[in-house]
């Protein structure tokens, strides 16, 4: 097949594991014979540095024009003064919105190798895959904002059409897995969450065969720590979502090794790793580029429709994980390049196979 992809590497290590990602993509494109084309655009720090925008035109009517878009990473200390005129992380939030990606979406599960290195008691993180639907255009995000010398407001809004499309979203992936969805909340204070739960429990009646459990946000940050394996498909608004999220990532040990796709919208999907821009490592070959990879595995199979070559990638970085060829953030001392390189040989080997 033909496909355009759009690559923003952005800031930090940015470059390096977007470069990675890269890399896997031209070799199962050669190697299953399809035809990718790659463009790179700025976005974030890179960008306001090049053209005072975090997200020029020329990105714009890139990604408009794009089958999927791979994201290196944005932001850090250089754009970080709260009254800078533009900041990096509004290149993102400007691109979901161009998009109309509504859901992010991130899977969680632990690789052996690396549920060592979680913080938590290996018994509480055994068996531990679950996937996070986060909105992602909707609440305080994108909400009125005011500010004076003595106050401030966020305005948290939602509508029920954005809680419905994210819940189906939720619903219709819990359908492929262990049939069980919750939703996260904090309906005993906010009206946003109020309608929230009502749409969900109503979006739930069309999925006799999903169970759907409500959970207040508050608790669900500590379940995530105490019984984390005990969850499928757990979806929430965009704010509560971005918290939860990071501190899910955790349970794997790093932040290297989690991917991410935002999705649902008429345009592109994004790929990215969850992880930020990593300043202080950056341009020292130290950066996992796994997170990246995995992410190259989500973009095939979820914008492209290639779940063989998804397959061949994620099965790839399997047998690195296995085999230790590893960064130091996983206990290793392979260099980024290293690990691409013990990659694209694992996925020649697995394609070899198939």
């Known amino acids: 097949m033909k496909a355009s992809i759009v690559v923003l590497p952005g800031d930090g290590i940015g470059p390096e594991v977007a470069s990675a990602g890269v890399a896997v993509l031209r070799q199962i494109a050669e190697r299953f014979g399809h035809d990718f084309t790659f463009t790179e655009h700025a976005i974030g720090g890179d960008a306001i540095d090049r053209f005072g925008d975090p997200l020029p035109p020329a990105t714009r009517e890139a990604c408009l024009a794009a089958d999927a878009i791979l994201l290196?990473?944005?932001?850090?200390?250089?754009?970080?003064?709260?009254?800078?005129?533009?900041?990096?992380?509004?290149?993102?939030?400007?691109?979901?919105?161009?998009?109309?990606?509504f859901a992010n979406v991130r899977p969680l599960k632990l690789h052996p190798r690396a549920a060592a290195l979680s913080p938590l008691k290996p018994e509480r993180t055994k068996g531990v895959d679950l996937v996070f639907i986060r909105e992602l255009t909707g609440g305080i995000y994108f909400g009125a904002k005011t500010r004076t010398d003595d106050a401030a407001t966020d305005e948290c809004r939602y509508t029920v059409g954005e809680i419905e499309r994210v819940m189906r979203h939720a619903f219709d992936l819990a359908r492929t897995r262990r049939k069980k969805?919750?939703?996260?909340?904090?309906?005993?204070?906010?009206?946003?969450?109020?309608?929230?739960?009502?749409?969900?429990?109503?979006?739930?009646?069309?999925?006799?065969?999903?169970?759907?459990?409500?959970?207040?946000?508050?608790?669900?940050?500590?379940?995530?720590?105490?019984?984390?394996?005990?969850?499928?498909?757990?979806?929430?608004?965009?704010?509560?979502?971005?918290?939860?999220?990071?501190?899910?990532?955790?349970?794997?040990?790093?932040?290297?090794?989690?991917?991410?796709?935002?999705?649902?919208?008429?345009?592109?999907?994004?790929?990215?790793?969850?992880?930020?821009s990593a300043p202080d490592i950056a341009g020292k070959a130290l950066a996992n580029p796994l997170g990246t990879i995995l992410s190259v595995a989500m973009l095939l199979r979820h914008s492209l429709g290639l779940s063989t070559e998804a397959d061949t990638v994620e099965a790839a970085v399997d047998y690195v994980?296995?085999?230790?060829?590893?960064?130091?953030?996983?206990?290793?001392?392979?260099?980024?390049?290293?690990?691409?390189?013990?990659v694209l040989d694992a996925c020649e080997a697995k394609a070899e196979a198939a």
């Open 321 to 342: 994980m296995e085999n230790g060829n590893l960064t130091r953030d996983l206990g290793g001392d392979a260099t980024t390049h290293a690990v691409t390189r013990a």
């Open 72 to 101: 290196g990473a944005v932001g850090g200390p250089k754009w970080s003064d709260p009254n800078a005129p533009v900041r990096p992380e509004q290149g993102l939030l400007a691109m979901r919105k161009l998009l109309g990606v």
């Open 181 to 276: 969805v919750t939703s996260v909340d904090k309906a005993n204070v906010l009206e946003t969450s109020r309608l929230w739960r009502s749409v969900a429990t109503r979006i739930a009646a069309d999925y006799p065969d999903v169970e759907l459990e409500h959970q207040l946000v508050d608790s669900m940050a500590m379940h995530l720590l105490t019984r984390p394996a005990d969850y499928d498909v757990i979806v929430t608004e965009n704010m509560f979502g971005d918290i939860l999220t990071d501190e899910a990532s955790v349970l794997a040990g790093s932040l290297g090794l989690s991917p991410s796709a935002s999705l649902g919208g008429p345009g592109a999907g994004v790929y990215e790793p969850i992880h930020g």
